[in-house]
């Protein structure tokens, strides 16, 4: 699998991103062969976060005999010093390890939670964390393009997790600003929700539970061509829906996409596959 040098971390990772939620309520047989495949396959980079149920758990085991070569990143819902502290711990603990390569903000969406950058916010208990070397990169995550923005005028952040969707990007604009402002600062960009396609409409069979909106998983051409429009906006690695299914067919033809870049004839594609109004906003 391809890499590349995230932001300024000094990292170079996988093109696709492991997220922990592939593992979450797996049988632990299962999730040890899902990290396998995984990092035969070139994947050096996994994300995981307290609030995917059990994953944290799961990947602990599977990671095991991998943990010194690849990247591990963790998240806190935590808006205080005092819980993000505790669910650090926590984490490092679940997950059996001295530290975390990158720990991120997780899920900044409304104005309150910029209260993180209070005297008695989470930011205080992860710039600690960096200086006692239990984490070595602070980034965040967001659905909320104004208040991915406005964090990242406030801390020069390691990296952002945002939503770079071709319907959102195509059919609306979302994911611009955040990708221009990460190419202007250096920054390094995760673009999640890469195969998703629109909302589920009522009544609609819910064939991938753990995506809360309907992932392209029936339409070859449409899921290549979503693969390409990601890395296309100077996104440095791509995150897959939480499903088996999608992630290796993330793994298996991101080099694919990587080498044959979106072109004209794939964005007329992708622009006459746009779901109908009111259903961009899956989130």
Partial sequence: ????????????????????????????????????????????????????????????????????????????????????????TNSLKTLQTDYFDIYQLHALSQPEELSVFDEDGAMQTLIQAKKEGLIRNISITSHNEDIALEALSRFDFSTVMFPVNWALGIGMGVGDRITDQCLKNQTGLLGMKTLAHRKRREGEENVYPKAWYRPIY??????????????????????????????????????????????????????????????????
């Fill in 218 to 283: 029936d339409n070859e051409k449409l899921g290549i061509c979503a693969l390409k429009y990601t890395p296309s906006r100077n996104v440095d690695a791509v995150v897959p829906p939480g499903n088996y299914e999608q992630f290796e067919f993330t793994v298996s033809h991101i080099n694919e996409c990587i080498n044959n870049p979106l072109n004209e004839e794939d964005m007329a594609f992708l622009k006459s596959m746009l779901p109908d109004d009111g259903e961009y906003i899956f989130f």
């Fill in 1 to 88: 699998m391809q890499k590349r040098m995230l932001g300024k971390t000094g990292m170079e990772i996988s093109r696709v991103v492991f997220g922990g939620i592939v593992v979450m309520d797996e049988d632990q047989k299962d999730a040890d062969r899902f990290v396998s495949y995984a990092v035969d396959n070139g994947v050096n980079y996994f994300d995981v976060a307290p609030t995917y149920g059990n994953a944290e758990e799961r990947l602990s085991h599977a990671l095991k005999p991998y943990r010194s070569k690849v990247f591990l990143s963790c998240k806190t819902t935590a808006r205080t010093a005092v819980e993000a502290r505790e669910e650090l």
